[in-house]
């Protein structure tokens, strides 16, 4: 009686126990009695597994002697994991201590808010990946110190990180230090240097001081107290303020200083430039220097500019007053030797102009010195000359030359009567004198016998002059050319002052203008027709004046060059063809068609040189791309917009232009030449690619044919087919490629599924013989007899067989795996998209939710295809080992297979 009022869940059998705890009936606090007392771990752990209520295992928790804490913990975990219900401060301690995935753990661990929270976590037991991860979030030096002699010797990676941790607080702290004492520094020095803004160098160093506080304290350590630099920040302020106050005051006295020395040397500088310009020492100039010094400021340094200029002012209007008091007396000496000695002790600068005075008594020096040796020397050249005129007179006498001798005479007696009283005292001029009578009577006696010999000649020469009047068929030009002949041989005869020869010059003056007078007509008409031509050649200048400014020059964009070079062009001609114009005017006209044609050709010269210039251009371009080896497409172009350009450019120099363009045809060609070249090239190359890719085709199809296609066959068939360079447009191979392709695939593909039916077949072939042996119908031997086939299993599938096979003999209870066969099943019917039995609706939701969960939560989405969830789970299926109850889940089982076309 007493027993029967015993409930089943503290019933003496553990089983008994589990049995009615899994009945769910049970009240959450008994459950949470049964993990707490029950002796037995298993029925703990199925009481735990029951706990729905989260207070209920969070008070178990708390136990801290419990013997179920893992398991309470880990399904507190689950529990907090689908719906959380306790706050964040007990959630995620809890989770990243017993959360059933590491990952879970971890973002727990990445939630923890506080440090003990942290360090709480690191003194319980845990995954090395979750400690790790809580430690590199530990901060505090004590607390990382505590754990270090916790973890020593026990993980060396968490020790590792924690050492880091130490480091890393240690630099700080040194990084921290060193900030501090760099600061306190950097405010004793502004302090030191605060005291005097005076001294040498010390705005500079003031200032670089200040820059120094500001880039430190522009990115302090992390670990720095506000508190400390705040003030600190505030004095050095201070400090700064104060100086640059101190340092604008000295700056506005150093101002009012060089303000007050600038007047006195611009006042001097002014001196000296009034003294350079006028050539005028005042006379007040040494009270002028004395107030300059009374007004010189003091405080200013030696080295200073101002203080130099002064210096050098002042010096050189000192050096002016001694050299005044000598110039002064110069206007009294007349003296040559009082002279001299008074100039040579005045040594005036070179900077200031000389006085009048001192510049006319050097003149006036000069002038004594030199005027009694320039009178002396001018009568001896006067002599040399004719000295020399005598030697030339007497080469002419001795060689016979009648007419030069009698010029070189008369230019000599010339001198001879001008000759001054001083030139005739000069020493030599009465041997002069008595070579010059000499030679006059040597001359004489020559005149005489070229008389006696050419007036015969004369006589000749007036009767054929004669003789030209009578005939009345020679030609005006021809005459004129003989009358002018016979005047030469006239001349050629030298002149003569004898009577007869006088009359024969009258007598042939008078033949030769009665000769000339038919001439006279001829050469008039001649006149005319010059005028006429002259007159042509002036209009011709005057339109081309009028040409000239018609254009506007200053835009040069609008003028027809070409007509404006033909224009000059043909005035060219016309002004060679206009003929022969006075030859007086000749210069005249000549200068200003040349005038004329230059301004217009010049503008025309420069249009031609800029075409030609850039026609140059053009060429230099295209040889400079065409010598760098340019691509190929990027030449042509730029030679057919070089050959368009060509012919936009204007006008050029016939010569020139002929010469650019063989130069440019000759580029262009070569160009030109390359593309036709590369063409017959690329077809060749595209022919060879084609080529190849059919042939590729060909032994791709035959492997295809054969059916002897692997993956790796597929992939080196595209590899070497991606490598042909086929033309853009060959599309059609590339299609047949592509299919070829696609068929070896499909071809590969069904042959790898047929292979792995096979091997699930031979995989629930050997399942079927393990089955036999784990429900005792075969023994060993008989398995092993029958249990290698002709099919090859993977090596994973083969090692989770035969290790079911041999756990065949150990002693399992089929009730552990009944719930991975059901949870199978439902995998396989969801896949199958057939529904599960009423009974495992539940854990087919369950599954779907944690499915979910995972791909929404974490992230964690299914990559596998359909095709290979199923042949996994059959592979689980087949290796999983006793079940019990078998025959409803195989039923389920195979019913799935059959709708998925697996079996």
């Known amino acids: 009686m007493k027993f029967g009022l015993t409930p089943k869940w503290q019933h003496e059998n553990p089983a008994t126990r589990i049995t009615a705890i899994e009945t769910g009936d049970l009240d959450q606090e008994i459950l949470h009695q049964i993990a707490l007392e029950d002796e037995a771990p298993e029925v703990r752990s199925c009481a735990i597994a029951q706990l729905t209520n989260h207070e209920v295992l969070l008070r178990i928790l708390k136990e801290q002697a419990s013997p179920c804490l893992e398991a309470a913990g880990e399904r507190l975990a689950i529990l907090e994991i689908t719906e959380p219900r306790l706050g964040a401060d007990i959630s995620f301690p809890l989770l990243a201590r017993f959360a059933p995935d590491t990952e879970a753990r971890l973002a727990a661990v990445a939630q923890l808010a506080s440090e003990e929270a942290l360090e709480a976590l690191l003194m319980a037991d845990n995954q090395s990946a979750v400690w790790q991860a809580a430690a590199e979030r530990i901060t505090g030096p004590e607390r990382t110190e505590r754990l270090l002699r916790h973890f020593l010797n026990k993980d060396k990676s968490l020790v590792h990180i924690l050492k880091d941790k130490q480091r890393q607080w240690q630099a700080r702290q040194e990084a921290s230090a060193s900030f501090t004492e760099r600061a306190n520094t950097i405010a004793a020095n502004l302090e030191r240097l605060a005291i005097s803004t005076e001294a040498p160098d010390t705005v500079r160093r003031f200032r670089a001081q200040i820059e120094a506080w500001q880039a430190l304290i522009a990115s302090p350590p992390e670990d720095t107290d506000p508190a400390f630099i705040s003030p600190l920040d505030d004095k050095i302020n201070q400090l700064n303020l104060q100086f640059e106050q101190s340092v604008a005051a000295a700056e506005s006295a150093r101002m009012e200083i060089e303000t007050r020395a600038n007047e006195v040397v611009l006042r001097i500088e002014a001196m000296v430039t009034q003294l350079t310009e006028t050539a005028v020492v005042d006379e007040e100039l040494s009270t002028f220097l004395t107030a300059a010094a009374s007004e010189w400021p003091t405080g200013l340094n030696q080295d200073d500019e101002l203080t130099q200029r002064y210096h050098t002012g002042r010096e050189k209007l000192e050096s002016l007053l001694p050299q005044a008091v000598r110039v002064s007396g110069l206007a009294a000496l007349e003296d040559q030797t009082a002279l001299e000695a008074a100039l040579a002790a005045i040594s005036w600068p070179e900077e200031f102009i000389k006085p009048q005075v001192l510049e006319e008594a050097i003149a006036r020096l000069a002038t004594l010195r030199t005027a009694d040796k320039e009178v002396a020397e001018k009568l001896d050249r006067e002599l040399e000359i004719i000295q020399g005129q005598l030697t030339l007179l007497s080469e002419r006498v001795e060689a016979g030359t009648l007419k030069p001798a009698v010029k070189s005479r008369n230019n000599i007696a010339r001198k001879l009567d001008k000759a001054t009283p001083e030139l005739k005292s000069r020493p030599g ?145 016309s002004f060679r063809d206009a003929g022969e114009v006075p030859q007086n005017r000749y210069k005249k006209i000549q200068g200003r068609f040349i005038k004329a044609i230059e301004q217009l050709n010049k503008p025309v010269s420069e249009e031609q040189d800029r075409n030609k210039a850039a026609k140059q251009q053009l060429i230099d371009q295209l040889q400079t791309r065409l010598d760098e080896g340019s691509e190929l497409q990027e030449l042509i172009n730029l030679a057919k917009r070089a050959q368009s350009d060509w012919k936009k450019i204007g006008i050029t120099d016939r010569k020139a232009d002929q010469k650019l363009w063989k130069r440019f045809r000759k580029v262009c060609d070569e160009v030109f030449g390359q593309r036709d070249s590369e063409k017959q090239s690329q077809v060749r190359e595209q022919d060879a690619a084609k080529q190849e890719a059919r042939d590729l085709c060909q032994a791709l199809r035959k492997l295809i044919d054969d059916d002897t296609i692997e993956r790796a066959d597929i992939r080196d068939f595209k590899n070497r087919f991606d490598a042909i360079a086929l033309p853009r447009e060959e599309k059609q191979l590339r299609r047949d490629f592509d299919k070829l392709c696609k068929r070896a695939n499909d071809q590969f593909r069904n042959r790898a599924r047929a292979a792995e039916r096979e091997a699930i077949r031979e995989l629930a072939r050997k399942a079927g013989l393990c089955q036999q042996l784990e429900s005792g119908a075969i023994n060993r031997e008989t398995l092993d007899a029958g249990w290698q086939g002709e099919t090859e299993l993977p090596d994973e599938w083969l090692a989770a067989i035969e290790a079911r096979r041999d756990a065949a003999a150990a002693a399992t209870d089929p009730q552990a795996r009944r719930s991975d066969a059901e949870l199978l099943c439902v995998q396989l019917e969801i896949l199958a998209e057939i529904e599960s039995p009423a009974e495992a609706q539940q854990l087919r939701m369950k599954f779907q939710v944690e499915r979910l969960n995972r791909e929404l939560s974490q992230g964690l989405k299914e990559t596998r295809s359909p095709q290979d969830q199923v042949r996994d789970i059959q592979v689980a299926w087949y290796t999983l080992g006793p079940v019990a109850d078998l025959a409803p889940l195989q039923h389920r089982f195979e019913t799935a297979c059959h709708k998925l076309g697996v079996i």
């Open 429 to 573: 001029f009465g041997a002069v004198q008595d070579e010059f009578n000499r030679l006059t009577q040597r001359l004489k006696e020559m005149e005489d016998w070229h008389e006696f010999v050419t007036n015969p000649k004369r006589v000749a020469l007036c009767e054929e002059m004669e003789a030209l009047i009578t005939n009345t068929d020679i030609e005006p030009p021809a005459r004129a050319t003989t009358i002018k002949a016979l005047q030469e041989k006239w001349k050629e005869l030298g002149a003569s002052n004898s009577t007869e020869a006088q009359a024969l010059w009258s007598r042939f003056k008078t033949a030769g203008d009665e000769a000339f007078k038919p001439c006279e007509v001829f050469f008039t008409e001649q006149k005319e027709r010059r005028n006429e031509n002259l007159r042509n050649k002036n209009l011709i200048c005057e339109q081309l004046e009028n040409l000239y400014a018609a254009v506007n020059w200053d835009q040069p964009q609008d003028i027809d060059w070409k007509a404006l070079a033909d224009s000059v062009s043909q005035a060219r001609k």
